[in-house]
């Protein structure tokens, strides 16, 4: 059983950073792909990041050019570099990983961790 298991949530004002992290345990494969999600009150989850076990990232256009998505395939941790930071990006923040596992599909998601942006 794979559990992820985010950290790196809080407080900051506008303009700050926040670096997040997803640490995986359990059997996670080098081929999985890893991504974020963020789900802001009263809207829909939303995809903001992902990186392919390749190492194509891939962004939002609401994140682009302020968010970093990177992986350590070694720790089996992805983490989401977050920049520039404005209040609509106050959201609960899910960390994916998702793939093939034989001839089954994996997705797992973790539990969340909370961004707050505010002055």
């Known amino acids: 059983q794979v559990q992820l298991v985010e950290s790196g949530g809080g407080l900051v004002q506008p303009g700050g950073s926040l670096r997040l992290s997803c640490a995986a345990s359990g059997s996670i494969f080098s081929s999985y792909d890893m991504g974020w999600y963020r789900q802001a009150p009263g809207k829909q989850r939303e995809w903001i990041a992902a990186v392919t076990s390749g190492g194509t990232t891939n962004y939002a256009d609401s994140v682009k050019g302020r968010f970093t998505i990177s992986r350590d395939i070694a720790k089996n941790t992805v983490y989401l570099q977050m920049n520039s930071l404005k209040p609509e990006d106050t959201a609960v923040y899910y960390c994916?990983?998702?793939?093939?596992?034989?001839?089954?599909?994996?997705?797992?998601w973790g539990q969340g961790t909370q961004v707050t942006v505010s002055s």
């Open positions: 994916n990983v998702r793939g093939w596992s034989g001839a089954n599909y994996r997705n797992y």
